[in-house]
């Protein structure tokens, strides 16, 4: 969940990245701490948060069930 940065008033920022931009930036960021190779990814969800001061970003990981 990507959330965009608060402005001085409290309302959501207009200048926020594009979600599928940051979608790649994250997966390599991740690379090698939370899997060797983000061609293991085998599932994604992403959306837009609230704001927060200074932005923020979310992640959470869960193991895939298998057959």
Do not use: W
Request: aromatic share 6%.
């Amino acid at each position: 969940t990507l959330h965009p940065k608060t402005t001085k008033t409290g309302q959501a920022s207009k200048t926020c990245i594009d979600l599928d931009n940051s979608i790649k930036v994250v997966f390599d960021a991740i690379q090698g701490i939370l899997y060797a190779n983000d061609r293991q990814i085998q599932r994604l969800k992403a959306s837009y948060g609230f704001p927060v001061a200074g932005g923020g970003l979310e992640i959470i990981v869960e193991p895939m069930e298998t057959a």
